[in-house]
Every structure is written in structure tokens, then in C-alpha cells.
């Protein structure tokens, strides 16, 4: 039987979040991944990513290709991209099987708009953590699951299926408003 092809993308914005871009390539998340069936893994890591950090038990192929650095592990049968930043940054999203993102408002609902399956990690270096709010929000209404990058691993485990689409947004409620607060008829 042929194993299944999947697509992540990993995205943790415009900031430095170097925990959960090298949380992907610990052994033990890249053996969840691989069971999975993710062959694919493209991350966006943001400002100031030198270089993949491998276990060094791992064996591995890294070629560096224009601005973006390859690694193929042969291993786990996995080819991860690493790019600072992407100007088709929604094409890669509609391309991936599992979005994992860091908890920004701006990337979480760009993410979920687009129907792609959501794993937030919270950055819990940040001073005053205001993205379990929102992380913790989307989780209970059923849109993603969240978690802290050391629980990455466990949190990939969890049902895909389960997560609730994110709805529409009614591009004509504002207008619609106004005009009857106005008297015109609907």
C-alpha cells in the first residue's frame, strides 16, 4: 500500500519564535509526523534563523537553494523547506494538509479563513502572553487546537476532524445595518 502524501506549514510570523521552529525537528515530533504521513514540511521562520538545528543522531542532507535552506531526512522519508518569509503566503497555506502557526490574531484568522486544520503554538516567552486569550478562545469554540511547544508532539495526536470550519464572514451586515437604521428598504 502506497503511504499517503501530506503537506505542514509551519509559520511563526514576523517574529522570532526559534523554540518552536526547532521543536519540529526533535526525533520524537518528527516520528509523530512521519506516522502521520507528513513528507513535507515547509516553515517560515521568521527574522534572524541561521540554520536547522538536527539532532545530530538524525541522518540528514542539507543544501542551502537561493534564500531557502533544504533538509531531507532520510530517516523519516521527509523533505523540510526553511524560508524567512513567503510573498505567496496564502498559496502555502492552501496548499497544506496542517497549518501549525504561533498564536497571532492576524495569522490565526488568516489561517482559519482559508478552512485549513489549525495547530496554535502559544510563545510563552512573550511578556504579558496576551495569545492564550485568543488561542484559548478558538479552542473552545471548536476552530484549532493550542498548545506550548513542548507539547507540540501530543497535540499533532489529537483528531483533525474534529475541529469546526470557521464561518463566513457577511461581507453586507454592516450595510445592510445602515441601511435600515436609515429607513431603505431591504
Known amino acids: 500500500m502506497k503511504k499517503l502524501k501530506k503537506k505542514l506549514f509551519l509559520t511563526v510570523g514576523t517574529t522570532k519564535f526559534p523554540k518552536l521552529v526547532n521543536t519540529i525537528t526533535q526525533a520524537d515530533t518528527l516520528q509523530v509526523l512521519s506516522h502521520l504521513g507528513y513528507n513535507n514540511i ?26 531557502s535552506t533544504v533538509v531531507k531526512l532520510t530517516d523519516f522519508d521527509l523533505v523540510i523547506k526553511y524560508d524567512q518569509y513567503f510573498e505567496d503566503f496564502e ?34 516567552d512573550l511578556m504579558d502572553n496576551h495569545q492564550i486569550e485568543l488561542a484559548t478562545q478558538l479552542q473552545n469554540d471548536g476552530y484549532l487546537y493550542f498548545c506550548t511547544y513542548s507539547k507540540l508532539g501530543e497535540t499533532l495526536c489529537k483528531d483533525l476532524t474534529q475541529l469546526v470550519p470557521y464561518p463566513k464572514a457577511d461581507i453586507k451586515i454592516f450595510t445592510n445595518y445602515l441601511d435600515q437604521c436609515c429607513g431603505f428598504e431591504l
Request: aromatic share 2%; hydrophobic share 35%; net charge negative.
Open 91 to 124: 498559496e502555502q497555506i492552501k496548499k497544506a494538509d496542517l497549518v501549525i502557526s504561533h498564536a497571532g490574531a492576524g495569522s490565526c484568522l488568516d489561517i482559519l479563513k482559508l478552512g485549513k486544520p489549525l495547530i496554535v503554538v502559544v510563545n510563552e
Open 42 to 67: 515547509q516553515i517560515q521562520t521568521g527574522r534572524d534563523f541561521h540554520k536547522p538545528h538536527i539532532d545530530p543522531q538524525i541522518e540528514a542532507t542539507i543544501t542551502q537553494t537561493n534564500s
